[in-house]
């Protein structure tokens, strides 16, 4: 499979790390807006060609699978390209800007039969499934709560200051937790409370997020670019409770049991040794082209769209609009 990145950033040479150790997926094309500097991302990661224009890049047959790994307030406009130039997509999270956009990006997917997914690199990993079985399992009774926290220092950078580029904390690091608290409880929402602390700019730099699901089961969520967390995942139920450490991309699942106030460890599971994570989703849309799919099973259309749904209830509460809306 040949892969072509559009943006060559800093996850963008994640990505390409990642794909140039996969057996069978290929460092095909890098685009970015200035040539000499698609050149030296090309020769850094032994791509086969550069382009110093998305467009051009875009009619080039050879491309099977686009990875669109632009500001959050491009990726609709480069993914409606993408998919018109008859391309498959993977698209970073947060997928778009609203949920206007993600309803107009699947909708062309669909139309044309294309893939189109959303890089929402945690929906893929192995963790996933593990923590599933131990829910399934019933290691922990009931759930009734969920909670987590992302923090990552990344104030600094220019990128998440600015209103016009979908900047703020939640698209890029809430995102995380709306989806930690989605994958193990649902999406079927009574009531969202949110509430942020604004940047200089506007945009929100520190945000808390209640989730009432109805029958008494609740998600805590926090998230912040101020600082770097602990990035702890709880599932709590009635009989124990389950630690993910570090929901970006999780280390250790933790197994607790209850004994009156106290808690003890049940077990200790470790995940598979990994290159970077993103191997998972790309190795996921390569399936999904195989099997002409327009979705990843991972993380299908619908589930994009209810976070989407979510994110602008959210923004709805916070009073944040971007300009570009």
Sequence with gaps: MKVAILGAGKIAAKMAQTIAQLDDVENYA???????KAQTFADAWNF???????????VDDAVDLVYVALPHSHHH????????????????????????????????AEEKNLLLAEAMWTRYMPAVKIIRDIIANGDIGEILTISANVGDKIDMNER????????GCLLDLTVYALNFAAMFMGTDIKKISASMVPTSTGVDGQDNVMIDYGGGK????????YTVTDRSGFIFGREGFVQVHDIFNPEKITVCGVSGYKHFVRKEIFVPK????????????QRAIADGCTQCFEMPHSETLAIMDQMDEIRRQFDLVFPFE
Excluded at 160 to 167: F, H, T, V
Excluded at 274 to 285: F, R
């Design 160 to 167: 998440l200051m600015k209103p016009e580029l979908a900047g």
């Design 77 to 108: 406009e480069w993914t409606i390209k993408a998919l018109n130039a008859g391309k498959n997509v993977l698209c970073e999270k947060a997928f778009a800007a609203n949920l206007t956009q993600a309803r107009e990006m699947i909708s062309l």
């Design 48 to 58: 086969s060609k550069a382009y110093g224009s998305y467009d051009d890049m875009l």
């Design 218 to 225: 609740m998600a805590s969520l926090f998230a912040t670019i």
């Design 30 to 36: 890098i685009a970015s807006r200035n040539l000499s």
């Design 274 to 285: 990994q290159i970077t994570g993103y191997e998972y989703e790309v190795l996921a849309c």
